[in-house]
């Protein structure tokens, strides 16, 4: 689908500001990997094969009968037991020496020169999930090695499978409040500086009304009541997160309205909702887009901080805002403060400089080379 010039212009204003499109660019990688996150880092295979047939046990339950075990429960893929029902065929001769019979049959399909049915698991790069204990010898939290490049926290979980899974939770968790919340406060900001008059006196008085509830109280509550959720998390951040936009959009709209198109689109017949987001709308789109990166990067923080205080997600979820209250917690542990640093200072950067330059895109008196 051909991009209008008006979006042609816009795309190539965004294009020249360098640091905005590097940014969108190292952005949409590191999404897309989080996206990804069962396939970078998990405790199960990727693909197995095991008597010519394939399982995929990321996506679908086994038990361990399946591979010639004895147990009905899901196969523990990490343990050697395992392993060699897999690769060497259950042979009696992995249990005595499983590394040198597990090397041997995935090499040549052979056990001790003896042909197997041999067959392989395919891992992903990190073989832990966000969730996974980690064996580091009674040590916890443990430093960094070959096996946890960032270490362990303090229940023996890989600090980098937990970023991977934290990164695309609080950036999914953000665009989705964002979003809603932007649509909420453009649309009662838009009715209100149209309308005007008694209508923006009601608005106005609703809106001071419920900007004076305590949030933080409220959401204290509600999580005692109802328990911890991903969505009910977004239902609160919305709830009193829409009247953001308000204030800026209704101030555009109460300066738009009776410009000298408006009035000819009035005349013409055109309906108000028309007039209302496809004329005046668009002009406002520069100051709406200037607060989003504001209510992105608090929506991030709002989260990170309930889930360092303890109201926000479910202990057992990859939670940024946990890790960080780990390093608080574990000073002789600085490998979580530094991970929690940099974690949130790259992604909080790269979606600063986003979306200026989306607003400079935007914004018709700015041209760039």
């Known amino acids: 689908m051909a991009l209008s010039p008006l979006n042609q212009r816009r795309w190539r204003n965004f294009r020249s500001n360098r640091r905005a499109y590097w940014s969108l660019m190292i952005f949409l990688v590191l999404y897309s990997v989080s996206l990804c996150a069962e396939l970078v880092a998990n405790d199960k295979p990727i693909l197995v094969k095991h008597n010519g047939g394939y399982y995929v046990p990321i ?12 147990l009905r429960t899901e196969a523990k893929y990490s343990t050697v037991e395992v392993q060699c029902l897999i690769v060497a065929a259950g042979s009696l001769d992995c249990w005595d020496d499983p590394e040198g019979v597990l090397a041997e049959a995935t090499a040549n399909g ?5 042909p197997v049915k041999a067959g392989w698991m395919l891992w992903p790069p990190i073989r832990y999930k966000y969730n996974s204990i980690v064996d580091t010898g009674g040590v916890a939290p443990g430093p960094p090695s070959a096996q946890n490049l960032l270490g362990t926290d303090d229940t023996s979980r890989d600090v980098l499978a937990r970023v991977i899974y934290g990164f695309r939770l609080s950036i999914t968790f953000a665009l989705i409040v964002t979003a809603l919340t932007s649509i909420i406060g453009i649309t009662a900001g838009a009715v209100q500086g149209y309308f005007g008059g008694l209508t923006d006196l009601i608005f106005q008085r609703i809106i001071e009304l419920w900007s004076s509830i305590p949030t933080l109280y409220v959401i204290i509550i509600v999580t005692a009541v109802w328990s911890k959720s991903f ?76 889930d360092y205080l303890g109201f926000g997600l479910p202990s057992s979820s990859p939670s940024l805002g946990q890790l960080s209250r780990q390093a608080q917690q574990n000073l002789q542990a600085p490998w979580l403060g530094f991970t929690a640093f940099f974690t949130f200072a790259i992604m909080l950067s790269l979606l600063v400089f986003i979306f200026e330059g989306v607003r400079d895109a935007f914004d018709p008196r700015k041209t760039f080379r």
């Open 59 to 70: 996506a679908r339950f086994y038990p361990e009968k399946a591979f010639g075990g004895d």
């Open 110 to 114: 052979t056990v001790l020169g003896q």
């Open 231 to 306: 969505w009910l998390m977004v239902s609160l951040m919305v709830i009193f997160g829409w009247t953001g936009l308000v204030g800026l959009v209704r101030a555009e709209f109460l300066r738009a309205r009776n410009f000298e198109y408006v009035r000819a689109a009035r005349a013409l017949g055109v309906t108000d909702g028309q007039i209302m987001f496809r004329h005046v709308l668009p002009n406002a789109m520069v100051a709406t887009l200037t607060m989003l990166p504001f209510i992105i990067t608090g929506t991030i923080g709002a989260l990170a901080t309930l």
